[in-house]
């Protein structure tokens, strides 16, 4: 009888499949990185339908049923103004409308999208200061008392601040930001990124006194990517000056006499499904357990990240629990292991971690999206993903991290 161990076909088999078939990665991919995040299958069913009529009917009422949610989701009275387009297409809108050509804005970077605001505020006309806090700290209010207070004259238009800098995971402290302008007496308007923190990190526009606020529907809201929205009130509105141009001008946006007006033209159809499945999946939720979920999930990530890094080179960016998002986690592991860890776990296990974006050398970092759509196994997934990979690169790391991160799911 013809052994099948021993038969050249066997083994020409084996190595075929080894060679061509032996893969963990198939299975549902999974995209890690902090935006895009994970989209809800119920959101991509809403927009897989025809093209809706634009003129009249449906779409106009969904359309408008957005407008309440949206507030909510930023805990607002004041207006909010929706365009087709990215993150940075909110940025521009935000400037353009509040400024006027020679205007002096105050930047607090606190990592690479602070740093990029500041660069789109000179392009749209204005001056631009900076505070550099660097990649690893949180705005320091003391140093912004002191910079507006020597501002005597106001020539300082608006303060730019992003909530959470998703290329350092830092968390920035508005509220704070507002009583320290308004301990120093300063005029000036507070604009605030929460493009990555909007409905992962809490957020209360009008509580903690924002005048203008930008964010995206790619993140938090969990909807493709396309549509991004700019929140304001009544002063930042009385602010508009020369740079407004007719399609950034919010106020037709916010208050139109026609549907079209919303949109300066024809509607994001199929956005407008997808994000009123997303805010309704929200709405359902609930804000709070939107936020306990994220906080719990952001802290199963730390915990395994500590334990990870008792020996060896993994680090996270943000040393103190308190100035981390709870959306993103930056990590550094050294040059070039952050490119080999990405890729081990993308091309072995099917998982997608995000870049060392705006970091020098990038291939000593990458970051963890954990924003949306996420729960406790894609959380766990991820991190014993990770764990794998340390091993299989033969990085150097503390053990016990699965364990530690599944106490904080089991306790809370
Ligand atoms: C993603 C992001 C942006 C840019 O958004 P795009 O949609 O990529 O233009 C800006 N700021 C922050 C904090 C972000 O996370």
Redesign the pocket.
């Known amino acids: 009888m013809l052994d099948p161990a021993k038969s050249g076909v066997s083994v020409a088999l084996k190595l075929f499949r080894k060679a061509s078939f032996m893969s963990l990665s198939n299975g549902r991919a999974y995209l890690a990185i ?2 895009p995040s994970v989209i809800p299958d119920q959101v991509l069913q809403a927009m897989h339908r025809a093209s809706p009529n634009i003129y009249e009917g449906e779409l106009h009422d969904v359309t408008a049923s957005l407008i309440p949610d949206l507030k909510t989701i930023a805990m607002t009275d004041q207006n909010v103004a929706i365009y087709i ?7 521009e809108a935000a400037l353009a409308n509040v400024l006027s050509r020679g205007d002096t804005v105050l930047v607090l970077a606190t ?1 690479r ?2 740093i ?2 500041g660069e789109m505020a000179r392009g749209v006309g204005a001056k631009v200061e900076t505070i550099d806090y660097g990649a690893q700290s949180p705005i320091d209010l003391d140093r912004v008392a002191a910079h507006l207070a020597a501002d005597t004259e106001g020539r300082i238009k608006a303060v730019l601040a ?6 350092t995971s830092v968390k920035n402290d508005i509220a704070g930001l507002r009583a320290t302008m308004d301990r120093v007496g300063h005029p000036a308007l507070l604009m605030a ?5 909007l409905g992962c990190d809490r957020f209360e526009m009008d509580a903690w006194g924002v005048d203008v606020m ?1 964010s ?1 529907c ?2 938090g809201l969990m909807t493709p ?1 396309g549509i ?1 929205f700019v929140w304001f009130n009544a002063k930042a509105d009385a602010a508009q000056g020369d740079c407004v141009t007719s399609y950034w001008n919010w106020r037709p946006r916010v208050d139109p006499e026609m549907y079209f007006q919303y949109f300066n033209g024809t509607a994001p159809t199929h956005h407008i499904y997808g994000l009123r499945t997303a805010l309704d999946m929200m709405m359902a939720e609930g804000l709070e357990a939107v936020f306990a979920r994220h906080t719990t999930l952001a802290r199963t990530v730390w915990a395994a990240f500590d334990c990870w890094s008792a020996t060896g080179p993994v680090k996270m960016n943000i040393a103190d629990p308190a100035c981390r998002s709870h959306a ?1 986690t930056s990590v550094e592991i050294g040059s070039p292991t952050g490119n080999a860890l990405r890729h081990w776990c993308e091309t072995t296990c099917g998982l997608t971690l995000g870049i060392g974006l705006g970091r020098d050398p990038a291939d000593a970092y990458f970051r963890v999206g954990h924003m949306g759509h996420v729960n406790a196994h894609m959380i766990m997934g991820v991190l014993g993903t990770i764990d794998a990979g340390l091993k299989a690169l033969d990085v150097p790391h503390g053990g016990g991290a699965l364990e530690a991160a599944s106490g904080v799911i089991a306790n809370g």
Do not use: E, L, R, Y
Request: hydrophobic fraction near 40%; include cysteine.
């Open positions: 902090p935006g387009g990215n993150g940075h297409a909110a940025w990592g999208f602070g990029g605001w992003v909530h959470v800098d998703t290329s990124d929460c493009i990555a923190s930008v995206g790619q993140k990517a991004s993103v």
